[in-house]
Every structure is written in structure tokens, then in C-alpha cells.
């Protein structure tokens, strides 16, 4: 069993936009190849012809059993409408969660405009994943997506849990440090890398998040997650196979914190024989 918890099928790429249905394949084909069950979709913070709503990737995912959504919330130009209409999509199931996105916005995770949203989370038992660390784009601004800044929410919101995405890379150990302190917050080890690890890349990167471990980070509160298109999905399966940690960490890691977290069962996925990493061989 293997749940990818931070996918999207947006087009990063201005030339030939790919429609929602073509993006949704290919991300069914990556899974399949490369034995994941489950994954999750991050809506964007815009909508526009490349980065279809929420509303709209529910409409071609509530049929499937392997794909559940994350609604991505634009701090600029959310509304109360926007909440109640996500709160409806949030009951039935086909949202698990939310996401914000400091940084390619400009605000704080501690903003107090954003308190409907962590109510909102409060409310239906979902987590609210916070873009953290570097920007793909470089318009965006870092010092909003430290992720040092998400330790005030995590205490002033103790009710939600939160994942911190991309481990906060480059600022890891700032991450480290409001995960281990926090017990609501969580963090996700997607978009490493701009397509596959380097063979140099992957032992820096599995140093760093090996010495994580160690630090007292507890395996159970750390997500696997790819942030496909944009890393490799296979390349993080790679990752994954050589981490040398524990099994049973391994196992939390590929899919039972996410399963916990984001309420997510084993028989959600029609590939019963899904093999985590076949059956580790
Ligand atoms: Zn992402």
C-alpha cells in the first residue's frame, strides 16, 4: 500500500494546455506503474485554463476510488461563499483536506483573516496543508513560506492539524523543530527535486531526512508525497526503496499516517493487491 499525498494535475507549462481529463490519465498511469494506491490532489490557488477548481477536479474524481482531493484556498480572494460551497465537498468526502500557499501569496500562516479557514478544518476533523520553503515560481516571496511561521498557528489552533509540505526545504531543521515540538503538526517530503533525484542529490537529501529521524521527528509524522508532475513519482518510490530506516517506519511513511490523517482506508483503492514496494522485497 503506498498513498502519494500531495500530487496535482495542473499544466506548469504555458504551451499546450493539457485538458483536466488528459492530466487526470496520466496521473492514473504514474500510479499504476508505479504500484500507488492512493493519491491525493492539491487544488491550486488560482484557477485559470491550466489549473482547473475544485469543484471542477471533484466532478472528474468523485467516481474513482484511488483519488481524493485537498482544496487549495487563495488567501487574496477566498470568500465566505467559497468556504460553505468547500464545507459541502468536505462532508461528503471528496475533499480530505485544505492547502494553503505563502510564499506564491503574500501573507502569514498566522493571518487573522485566515480564521474561518482553520475553523472551517476545525470543524470537519481535515487537515490544512501550508506550502513551506521555496517557491517553484520565482515571483514568489520566501519570507512568507518559512516554515517557522506555521508553529503560531499550530498553537493557536491546537484543534487542526497541519502538515508543513516539502519538509520546508531548504529549511529543514526549522521545520524539524515546529514538527517536533507541535503534536498537530505534520510534514510532507513532496517537490524535492525538479523531476529525478541525482545520485548526489538523493544521498544529501536522505541524510537530511534520516538526521530528522534522529532528531526526534517521529516517523509517524512524516507524509510521503511526490508533488508529481512536477518530481518524478518513480524517482521518490526510488528514494523510498533505499531510505535505510526501519520497516515498520517505512511503512508509517508510505501510507498509514496519511491513511490516518486524511481518513483514507485501504479498501478505498481497487488495487487490493497493491504491494508496498512489492511486498518489500
Ligand atoms: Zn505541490
Redesign the pocket.
Known amino acids: 500500500m503506498i498513498i502519494d499525498c500531495?500530487?496535482?494535475i495542473n499544466n506548469y507549462h504555458n504551451e499546450d494546455v493539457e485538458s483536466i481529463q488528459s492530466c487526470l490519465d496520466n496521473l492514473q498511469l504514474q500510479m499504476r506503474r508505479n504500484r500507488v494506491d492512493i493519491a491525493l490532489v492539491?487544488t491550486s490557488y488560482k484557477v485559470n485554463a491550466g489549473r482547473p477548481s475544485t469543484k471542477d477536479v471533484v466532478r472528474v474524481t468523485r467516481d474513482l476510488k484511488n483519488i481524493f482531493v485537498v482544496a487549495g484556498i487563495s488567501y487574496l480572494n477566498f470568500s465566505a461563499g467559497d468556504l460553505e460551497e468547500i464545507r459541502e465537498m468536505l462532508q461528503d468526502g471528496s475533499v480530505r483536506g485544505l492547502?494553503l500557499y505563502p510564499g506564491y501569496e503574500p501573507f502569514y500562516p498566522g493571518d487573522p483573516k485566515l480564521d474561518p479557514v482553520y475553523r472551517l478544518a476545525a470543524d470537519t476533523g481535515v487537515p490544512v496543508m501550508i506550502?513551506s520553503g521555496d517557491t517553484?515560481n520565482p515571483r514568489g516571496k520566501v519570507k512568507f513560506s518559512h516554515p517557522l511561521h506555521i508553529d503560531e498557528v499550530a498553537v493557536d489552533h491546537p484543534e487542526v492539524n497541519f502538515v508543513i509540505?516539502?519538509i520546508g526545504n531548504p529549511w529543514i531543521r526549522d521545520c524539524m523543530e515546529v514538527v517536533y515540538k507541535n503534536k498537530n503538526v505534520y510534514t510532507d517530503i513532496?517537490?524535492l527535486v525538479l523531476g529525478n533525484f541525482s545520485d548526489r542529490f538523493e544521498q544529501f537529501m536522505m541524510k537530511q531526512l534520516q538526521e530528522m529521524l534522529l532528531y526526534g521527528v517521529e516517523p509517524a509524522k512524516v507524509l510521503f508525497?511526490t508533488?508529481w508532475p512536477?518530481s518524478s513519482m518513480e524517482s521518490y518510490i526510488d528514494f523510498m526503496e533505499e531510505l535505510k530506516i526501519p520497516e515498520k517506519d517505512k511503512r508509517k511513511i508510505m501510507f498509514e499516517n496519511s491513511a490516518n490523517l486524511f481518513r483514507l482506508s485501504p479498501t478505498d483503492s481497487p488495487l487490493t493487491n497493491g504491494s508496498f514496494f512489492n511486498a518489500l522485497r
Open positions: 500531495h500530487t496535482h492539491l492547502k506550502h517553484f509540505c516539502h513532496s517537490g508525497g508533488d512536477i
